[in-house]
């Protein structure tokens, strides 16, 4: 009896050890990958993990299926712009001015929100969620213009733009490659807050952390929220340029409301109009020569909308000069 009891265990250990599955209910042995118990139905691990898997994939399927339903109704996705154009240095000056949507917008409201600057008279015209703007005449060669979508601008449903406003700027072909100096206008590092700036020609509060990055070069800086559609896009163009000047500069990447207080820092001291904070915000920092006497300064320029790699990587490019001959 007791050999027999000794072969029955042999033969129950092999096939434990060939993948058999014991049942922890009654102890009888199953086929490996079996779903059920062959004696008292009771699931085995094996049937529980597919049953899990199986639970899984349906309620990510159902969750997907009802975000693409809410979207398509347009409950989910904000409104936002998909697309713009030109975003270069070197756009050509008889260019329209695109402005793409992802959704119909009330046109009206577009239009009216629809900034140049410098100014630029043109006509509208619109193809489903296209919006194009022709200027009248060519764009002044050489130029930097900046195109601003403002807060007023709403969907068919009269949702606003998921940051408020959208902003970019471009330059135009047949212009120099002269360096940005120290100055006050549009195209300059500014010393103290530009006239666009409710503090116009107040002194700047830098603070600490940006002070001591400077020591080792220039620094980007890009305040944000979470899921914008212009932070978004930000986001990918700060981390290409910070990549490929990385060892030159000094990059922070700060989420508004997580990387605090440093986020709010960025708000406070680099607003470039000092009024409504809307982001994405943009800021490059460095040291340069002063123009009256020559001593070392702290300067800055920023942006709050999408400055898209073009026109960054020049900036950058003009931050690094300054310091290296500071």
């Known amino acids: 009896m007791a050999k027999r009891r000794h072969k029955k265990e042999e033969k129950r250990q092999k096939l434990l050890d060939q993948g058999y599955v014991e049942c922890r209910k009654c102890g009888e042995l199953s086929k490996p990958r079996s779903f059920r118990c062959v004696d008292c139905t009771k699931m085995l691990p094996f049937g529980k993990k597919v049953l899990a898997v199986t639970l899984a994939i349906i309620i990510v399927v159902a969750t997907v299926g009802v975000y693409f339903l809410r979207s398509e109704e347009g409950y989910e ?3 936002a712009i998909h697309s713009v154009s030109p975003t270069s240095v070197s756009a050509s000056i008889s260019s329209d001015i695109i402005v793409t949507f992802n959704r119909e917008m009330n046109r009206d409201s577009v239009e009216s929100a629809f900034t140049v600057a410098p100014s630029v008279a043109g006509v509208f015209s619109w193809s489903s969620t296209q919006l194009v703007f022709a200027p009248s005449t060519n764009l002044e060669e050489g130029s930097t213009y900046t195109v601003t979508i403002g807060d007023s601008a709403v969907d068919l449903e009269g949702r606003h733009l998921d940051c408020g406003i959208y902003r970019w700027s471009f330059m135009t072909e047949g212009g120099t490659a002269a360096r940005r100096e120290v100055g006050a206008g549009t195209d300059d ?24 990055a400077l020591e080792q070069g220039p620094v980007l800086i890009f305040v944000h929220s979470e899921g914008c559609s212009p932070c978004v896009t930000q986001t990918d163009i700060c981390g290409s340029v910070s990549t490929a000047y990385s060892g030159q500069i000094s990059y922070f990447d700060l989420l508004s409301g ?3 207080p440093d986020a709010s820092d960025g708000f406070a001291a680099y607003d470039p109009d000092g009024g409504v904070h809307y982001v994405p915000l943009v800021i490059v920092v460095t040291t340069a020569l002063d123009p009256a006497d020559g001593t070392t300064i702290i300067v800055w320029h920023s942006w709050e909308g999408v400055v898209y790699e073009p026109i960054l990587s020049s900036w950058i490019s003009d931050t690094i000069s300054h310091w290296d001959e500071s």
């Open 77 to 79: 996705v904000p409104t």
């Open 189 to 212: 590092f500014w010393e103290q807050y530009p006239p666009s700036h409710s503090q116009q020609g107040a002194t700047v509060d830098h603070p600490s952390w940006v002070i001591e």
């Open 258 to 260: 997580t990387n605090e």
